[in-house]
C-alpha cells in the first residue's frame, strides 16, 4: 500500500508555511487537501500559495477546475490516489495538506452511500426558501436532525438543503446515515499529522489578521474580476459559497456595508475554523501539535516523516 504523510488544520494556522519548510528537508511533492484551492482565479480569498512558493515545491489540486465547475469528495479521492502513485513513482515523497475534513473522511473511512440528488425535491426545497427564507430550512433542520445543524453553519444553502433533502428521500436523518456507514479501508498508508491550538483566541487573532492582509491585497477587486468574467457565476455555486466570497457577493449586491461585511467575513471563517478543530479533534491523528505552542513543529514534523517514510 502506498503511504502518504497528512498534515491537517484548521484554516490560518500556518499549514501551508509549514509544509513550504518540510519540502526544504524532504523530497516531497505536496497535494491540497482544500476545497476552495481547487478553483481558477480565486487567489487571494482563497490564500492560494503564490506562483513562487508553487514553483519551489511542485503542488497538486490547485486551479484544477472553473469557479462554475463543481467538484465531489469522490473525485478528490480518485485523483490523490492517482497522485500518490505518480508521485511515489518519480522517487518523491506524497504530502497531503489542508483542511477540507470532507475530503480526509472520504479518502480514510470511505464515501457515503446516499440518494442522489432529486429534482423534484430539490424543486420542492427551493420554492420553500424562496417563499419563507433560508432560516425556515435551518429551523426545519434542527428538529428533524439537530447534529447535522449544529456542524453547518446556517447560511450553507447547500448543505443545509442537501440534508433536508436525504431525510425527505429515505426518511431517515443525515446524521444516522453517517453513523450507519459501513467504513472501508484507506486506499493509502496514512501518517497523520493535525495541528490543533491550545489557544483559539491565537487562532482567531490570526484569520482577523489574514482577513485584513486580504482586504489590503485586492480581494474584493478580485471578486469583481469574477463576476465580470464569469458573468454565469451566481451566489447559490459552490465557489461562491467559499468563506469570505459569500460575504464578499453579498456586499457587492449592496446588501451590507463595508464595515459589516469585514465583520461577516472574519465571523465566518472564524466558524469554519470552529467546524475544523470539531472534525480533528474526533480524529484518531498519529500525532498531534500546538501550532502555536513552544515544540519546534519543523523538527518534528521533518523527524515524523522521515520515520514513517524510511520504515518498512
Known sequence: MMKAF?????????????????AEYIPCEIISLDSALIYRDMDIGTAKPSAAEQSAVAHHLIDIISPLQT???????????????????????????????????ALTQGLNQLPEADEATRSLLQRQKAEYGLPHLY?????IDSATA?????????????????WLLTGKP???????QQHTASPLQLFTLALVPDDRALLHERINRRFDAMLAQG?????????????????????????????AWAHLDGETDEKTFVEQGKAATRQLAKRQLTWLRKLHADKVLD???????LHAA????????QAA
Not at 448543505?159 to 433536508?164: D, P, Q
Not at 501550532?291 to 513543529?297: A, E, L, R, S
Open 6 to 22: 497528512a498534515l491537517l488544520g484548521p484554516t490560518a494556522c500556518g499549514k501551508t508555511a509549514l509544509a513550504l519548510k518540510l
Open 71 to 105: 467538484y465531489s469528495a469522490a473525485e478528490f479521492v480518485s485523483d490523490c490516489v492517482r497522485l500518490v502513485q505518480d508521485i511515489r513513482a518519480r522517487g518523491k515523497l506524497p504530502l497531503i495538506v489542508g483542511g477540507t475534513m470532507m475530503y480526509y473522511h
Open 139 to 143: 429551523r426545519q433542520l434542527q428538529q
Open 150 to 166: 449544529a456542524r453547518l453553519d446556517p447560511n450553507d444553502s447547500q448543505r443545509i438543503e442537501r440534508a433536508l433533502e436525504v
Open 174 to 180: 443525515l446524521s444516522r446515515h453517517f453513523a450507519e
Open 219 to 247: 480581494f474584493l477587486d478580485e471578486v469583481h474580476r469574477l463576476r465580470r468574467n464569469y458573468p454565469q457565476l451566481n451566489a447559490d455555486m459552490p465557489s461562491v459559497r467559499c468563506v469570505g466570497y459569500r460575504q
Open 291 to 297: 501550532p502555536f505552542g513552544k515544540d519546534d513543529m
Open 302 to 309: 521533518v523527524t515524523l516523516a522521515r520515520d514513517f517514510f
